[in-house]
């Protein structure tokens, strides 16, 4: 396979050998990037990737032919965090880094001491999801959730093999705790959850565990244990090969 990574990257519709760049896509395709038919891209749809050409421009889109599909990057294992929304643009920026990190879903939650209660922000939440895809060059697209309660989460945690929870002052570290194919990360807000929502956390089947010595700001905690869990995945992934 010829080097592909100077190929601008695309989202787009893929068909039977060939693919369609519309919307947002397309107008940076045409009026940021200004490229033409003839020129060579990158379109994946989150489950296939290829190198294509373009072959012809309308005003509205861009059809593309496939030269040749381009191996799938996927993070080793299926990660959720769910994580109290933290205030400000901060809630943006950590989106994005969750992302760059491999996880599979990102679940914006409200607990008591959350600060910020958001509107509807979600379709702004996943042009950065999206974005952040295209950088990083994993092949899939993490799904970000409408905002949970705490009580939501707790409900949605039957699905995972494991469930673990950043609790100020466990015993047990994030660094030495069990991990599953399908792990859940549970990260509170500043100030950390009420005493009553740490006994509902504990009792549905978490595991709590400390980030270390140093009290973290929510998007800080949510980076390091995501980052500490998927970092471990990825080892016992190459070392399995």
Same mark, same amino acid.
């Given at each position: 396979?010829?080097?592909?990574?100077?190929?601008?990257?695309?989202?787009?519709?893929?068909?039977?050998?060939?693919?369609?760049?519309?919307? &947002? #896509?397309?107008?940076?395709?045409?009026?940021?990037?200004?490229?033409?038919?003839?020129?060579?891209?990158?379109?994946?749809?989150?489950?296939?990737?290829?190198?294509?050409?373009?072959? #012809?421009?309308?005003?509205?889109?861009?059809?593309?032919?496939?030269?040749? &599909?381009? @191996? !799938?990057?996927? @993070?080793?294992?299926?990660?959720?965090?769910?994580?109290?929304?933290?205030?400000?643009?901060?809630?943006?920026?950590?989106?994005?880094?969750?992302?760059?990190?491999?996880?599979?879903?990102?679940?914006?939650?409200?607990?008591?001491?959350?600060? !910020?209660?958001?509107?509807?922000?979600?379709?702004?939440?996943?042009?950065?999801?999206?974005?952040?895809?295209?950088?990083? &060059?994993?092949?899939?697209? @993490?799904?970000?959730?409408?905002?949970?309660?705490?009580?939501?989460?707790?409900?949605?945690? #039957? /699905?995972?093999?494991?469930?673990?929870?950043?609790?100020?002052?466990?015993?047990?570290?994030?660094?030495?705790?069990?991990?599953?194919?399908?792990?859940?990360?549970?990260?509170?807000?500043?100030?950390?959850?009420?005493?009553?929502?740490?006994?509902?956390?504990?009792?549905?089947?978490?595991? @709590?565990? /400390?980030?270390?010595?140093?009290?973290?700001?929510?998007?800080?905690?949510?980076?390091?244990?995501?980052?500490?869990?998927?970092?471990?995945?990825?080892?016992?992934?190459? /070392?399995?090969?």
């Amino acid at each position: 396979m010829r080097w592909i990574g100077s190929f601008h990257r695309f989202f787009g519709e893929i068909y039977e050998g060939f693919g369609v760049i519309g919307g &947002e #896509e397309f107008l940076h395709l045409r009026k940021v990037l200004r490229l033409r038919v003839g020129d060579k891209v990158r379109i994946f749809n989150g489950e296939r990737e290829f190198l294509a050409e373009i072959v #012809e421009m309308e005003n509205d889109k861009a059809k593309v032919k496939f030269l040749e &599909e381009i @191996p !799938k990057l996927l @993070p080793p294992m299926d990660l959720a965090v769910a994580v109290s929304i933290p205030k400000g643009s901060r809630f943006d920026d950590l989106i994005e880094k969750l992302v760059e990190i491999g996880v599979s879903r990102i679940i914006p939650t409200i607990c008591e001491r959350t600060v !910020k209660r958001p509107g509807e922000r979600k379709d702004r939440w996943e042009r950065i999801v999206l974005s952040a895809v295209k950088q990083c &060059e994993r092949s899939d697209i @993490p799904e970000i959730t409408e905002p949970m309660s705490l009580n939501e989460v707790l409900k949605l945690s #039957e /699905n995972y093999d494991v469930k673990i929870a950043g609790i100020i002052g466990a015993q047990r570290n994030i660094s030495s705790c069990p991990y599953g194919k399908r792990t859940l990360i549970l990260i509170g807000p500043e100030g950390d959850f009420t005493e009553e929502e740490k006994k509902k956390i504990i009792s549905s089947g978490f595991l @709590p565990v /400390n980030l270390g010595g140093i009290i973290l700001r929510v998007e800080t905690a949510a980076m390091v244990s995501a980052s500490v869990i998927m970092q471990r995945a990825w080892d016992e992934s190459s /070392n399995n090969r």
